[in-house]
Structure formats: structure tokens, C-alpha cells
């Protein structure tokens, strides 16, 4: 899989600092300047620390299956922003080689915050996933959903959230993951008949193969 960072870090050079600290104990096989440039820090053959505790469709150690890109942002810590347009174009050219590369589905494109949502929040709901998913790079947003609300409860929306991906062993926060995700403009973690219909959507998607 690959998944993608900010720093939430106010300067660069502080960045590549920190991640090249073995005291730090975090590293990444990538980071994007702002202004578009690539620094690779980590061989992608090899292990990087970038992850953390998290888990993706089965996965409870996603540093060891994945490829880490840090994008230089200050964060939500820093003063949250669009992310920077030099940057998110020298983004595409290098997960379009990565995910060709390792054969990496589009739904195993994705954020810290799907690997890790009771601790992440990064890249956040400004990240341009929308643009990404254009490029064939990631899952979209499903324009179109066949089911107003299909599940009974929040039980069953929970084990759909699972099965998608999710660690839901905190469901607020899993929930808000999924919405900073999929449905940015609102971000709660509370179990809507949208939010819903859009999980209930995507899943449909990957049982018609459609999400390869």
C-alpha cells in the first residue's frame, strides 16, 4: 500500500532533520517540499517508520507492506491550508511510478488518517483526493449512490466500516477518519444516512470489482 503524510512541521530542513534521527524513531521513503521538490530518504525495498501503530484491510503492521510520502505542511498544529499546487504535481508523477511499480490497488492509496484514525489526522480533509482519484491514483468519491440509507443500525454500518478497511476500535474516531476521507465539508463522527449510503457504496464498487 502507499500512504500519504504532512509533516505538521514548520520548516522543511526540520523535517528531514527529524526524519533522518534515529532517536526519533519515524522515517519515510519520501518528502515533497512545497515547492515541489523530492527528497528520497528511505529505499523503497526497505522498512520505514512511518506508519506507526495502524492497520488497513487486515494489515496491523502497515509499515511493513507500505511506502510512506510525507508532504512538507505545517499541519493542523501550524495554520491548516490548500496544500501547495508545485507540490501535489510532483506528487502524481511519483505515486503514478510507485503504485505501477508494486502493483498497489487504488484502495490501498491512502492517508494516515485511514491507517491510524484514533491518533492521525494528516493529510486532512484539504488533501486533493478528488484531483488524485482523477489520475486513476486513488478511489474517488462515488458520485452516484444507489442507497439512500442501507444500513439498520450502527452496528452493521460499523462492521461495513471494518470490512471496507477500518480499525473501528474507536468508532467516533473511525467514523471521522472515514468522513475527513470521503465526505470532507462535513466531519463529525456521527453516523448520518450519507455517510451511510457512501460506504454502502463503495463497498458495492469493490464487489463489482470496480475499485481495483
Not at 477518519?177 to 457504496?201: C, H, M, S, T
Request: with cysteine; proline share 6%.
Amino acid at each position: 500500500m502507499l500512504v500519504i503524510h504532512y509533516t505538521e512541521m514548520e520548516d522543511k530542513g526540520f523535517a528531514i532533520e527529524r526524519l533522518c534521527d534515529p532517536e526519533a524513531k519515524v522515517s519515510a521513503h519520501y518528502l515533497i517540499g512545497e515547492h515541489g521538490e523530492v527528497v528520497r530518504l528511505v529505499p523503497e525495498a526497505k522498512r520505514a517508520w512511518h506508519a506507526g501503530l495502524s492497520y488497513w484491510r487486515g494489515h496491523k503492521d502497515v509499515n511493513s507492506a507500505s511506502i510512506g510520502i510525507e508532504l512538507d505542511h505545517p499541519g493542523h498544529k501550524y495554520g491548516y491550508r490548500e496544500f501547495n499546487e508545485a507540490q501535489f504535481e510532483a506528487l502524481v508523477p511519483l505515486v503514478a511510478r510507485i503504485v505501477k511499480e508494486f502493483d498497489i490497488p487504488r484502495a490501498n492509496v491512502v492517508g494516515h488518517s485511514d491507517v491510524a484514525p484514533a491518533r492521525k489526522i494528516d493529510p486532512g480533509e484539504l488533501f486533493p483526493w478528488d484531483r488524485l482519484a482523477e489520475y486513476g491514483l486513488c478511489l474517488p468519491r462515488p458520485k452516484k449512490l444507489e442507497r439512500g440509507d442501507p444500513f439498520d443500525n450502527d452496528a452493521s454500518f460499523y462492521l461495513a466500516l471494518e470490512r471496507f478497511g477500518y480499525d473501528i476500535s474507536d468508532g467516533h474516531k473511525a467514523v471521522e477518519a472515514f468522513q475527513r476521507r470521503w465526505r470532507p465539508e462535513k466531519i463529525n463522527g456521527q453516523i448520518d444516512g450519507e455517510v451511510r449510503a457512501i460506504l454502502f457504496q463503495l463497498l458495492l464498487d469493490r464487489d463489482r470489482g470496480l475499485t481495483r
